[in-house]
């Protein structure tokens, strides 16, 4: 197993700052109940404010949002996600999701997964983070679907028989054994995008094709049925790592994908 990457702290404290400021704002305007985003104008009426204006938008779930994220954004610099090949605009769209599936009670762990497929499959490309204790948990290797593209991954389905990856976001379930040895249930929560997988048995298992070695031999690794498949000598650790109610949200900038899900908004 890696190593966790540990959290980088100068970047950490900067983000922190960004929270406490959010907090201390919002304790501000608690205590005294004005609203910071609408103040009254001399010789208006009581209560006369924008028809669309949020009457306590410091009380609503928004600003609970907005502190989630900054300061999850925060893992973002302190493990140096950039530097591994990970966007910022795709970390963040994780967190949208995964803090959507949170409040819905599916999610139900501090471990996000992202699988980036906008990279060829000769990177490392799955990144597995715990978001509470501030860890790379996993960088390593993932296939896509061998009709969805050789070294890269283009063409996205959810229908059975396809033999293509679906995007989106899952949630992962129990394990078993199957025939790809220990594997994992991914349950996918985005109707008509890749809510398919489980009877098409879109899983997570270990294969001999996900290593350097097949990289080395032609320039990429193997490819699988639609599972995103990991190096069998990690598999276990990741599976026992994720499992049972952790999100993975599967990224590609596929127009298609981003104009219809509507956890990335």
């Not at 608690?30 to 306590?56: C, I, K, Q």
């Not at 925060?74 to 795709?90: H, M």
């Not at 762990?109 to 983070?129: A, E, G, N």
């Not at 997570?204 to 193997?222: K, L, T």
Request: overall charge positive; glycine content about 8%; proline content about 5%.
């Amino acid at each position: 197993m890696q190593k966790p990457i540990k959290l980088r702290l100068g970047k950490s404290l900067r983000f922190g700052l960004l929270v406490v400021i959010v907090c201390f704002q919002w304790s501000f305007s608690t205590s005294f109940s004005v609203s910071p985003l609408y103040l009254p104008v001399p010789g208006a009426v009581a209560n006369d404010a924008p028809p669309d204006a949020d009457p306590d938008p410091v009380h609503t779930g928004n600003f609970h949002k907005m502190a989630w994220s900054l300061a999850k954004m925060a893992v973002y610099d302190s493990l140096g996600l950039e530097d591994l090949g990970l966007s910022r605009s795709v970390f963040q769209m994780a967190l949208r999701g995964m803090e959507k599936l949170q409040h819905t009670g599916l999610v139900k762990t501090s471990i996000l997964s992202i699988v980036d497929f906008s990279k060829p499959s000769s990177q490392k490309r799955l990144f597995i983070i715990d978001l509470e204790s501030y860890q790379l948990l996993f960088n390593t290797l993932v296939a896509h679907g061998m009709a969805s593209g050789k070294e890269m991954a283009s063409i996205f389905s959810n229908k059975s028989g396809s033999h293509k990856s679906s995007l989106g976001f899952y949630v992962t379930g129990q394990t078993y054994q199957g025939s790809n040895g220990y594997s994992l249930k991914l349950s996918g929560v985005e109707k008509g995008i890749n809510d398919y997988a489980m009877r098409r048995a879109i899983v997570m298992h270990g294969a001999d094709y996900v290593s350097e070695s097949w990289v080395d031999m032609q320039g990429y690794i193997g490819r699988s049925q639609g599972c995103p498949a990991v190096p069998p000598e990690l598999s276990r650790p990741i599976i026992d790592e994720i499992k049972d109610g952790s999100c993975l949200f599967i990224y590609h900038p596929n127009s298609s994908y981003r104009t219809r899900s509507r956890l990335i908004r």
